[in-house]
T-cell receptor, first 115, second 114 residues
């Protein structure tokens, strides 16, 4: 039962261009969404989050967009840099951001930034 | 920058043996978590821990699993009788108050059950 889906296992983008990573979810109880980045042999690193009461959140080169009616969110990275090459995980929470919540993760998208 | 430390980085154990995975969360964090990632699959929530008790657990976290905060700094995951399918990367994480700040994950322990 894939409640959080990342349908693209990999994505290749040229350096300097925009990277767009997509995520769909099925559970309408999810109200908080997060993006994590993971390098090999390391744990996931938090990037950016968005509450369901917003449709956009921006932090430097990273912007997350949420379309609640479509149950879709996306992460935009602009401009893309070589160090952005990593696996990106979308995650969701159903507890309004409370600390005890477990996160439901997608399978990840491997972003490759081409020089 | 504060980090979550996990030991060992790799553990090999025989099927049926007990294993204890260790984590040192960030000192002023209040919530602690264990996640696992089976090779090629997604990261899966196991359990969250707050105020010295389990707050939430998934279906994966059955009677074979237990967690403990034995001394105020360590946070452990015990698997009583390991099975081949327990082979995975186990990640510990901690957070201060709420998930909207994101967790800080450790680098993981790769558990291999043979």
């Amino acid at each position: 039962d894939q409640q959080v889906k990342q349908n693209s296992p990999s994505l290749s983008v040229q350096e300097g261009r925009i990277s767009i990573l997509n995520c769909d979810y099925t559970n309408s109880m999810f109200d908080y969404f997060l993006w994590y980045k993971k390098y090999p042999a390391e744990g996931p690193t938090f990037l950016i989050s968005i509450s369901s009461i917003k449709d956009k959140n921006e932090d430097g080169r990273f912007t997350v967009f949420l379309n609640k009616s479509a149950k879709h969110l996306s992460l935009h990275i602009v401009p893309s840099q070589p160090g952005d090459s990593a696996v990106y995980f979308c995650a969701a929470s159903a507890g309004s951001g409370g600390g005890a919540d477990g996160l439901t993760f997608g399978k990840g998208t491997h972003l490759i930034i081409q020089p | 920058e504060p980090e979550v430390t996990q030991t060992p980085s790799h553990q090999v154990t025989q099927m049926g043996q007990e294993v204890i995975l260790r984590c040192v969360p960030i000192s002023n964090h209040l919530y602690f978590y264990w996640y696992r990632q089976i090779l090629g699959q997604k990261v899966e929530f196991l359990v969250s821990f707050y105020n010295n008790e389990i707050s939430e657990k998934s279906e994966i976290f059955d009677d074979q699993f237990s967690v403990e905060r034995p001394d105020g700094s360590n946070f452990t995951l015990k698997i009583r009788s390991t099975k081949l399918e327990d082979s995975a990367m186990y990640f510990c994480a901690s957070s201060s108050l709420s998930v909207n700040y994101g967790y800080t994950f450790g680098s993981g322990t790769r558990l291999t059950v043979v």
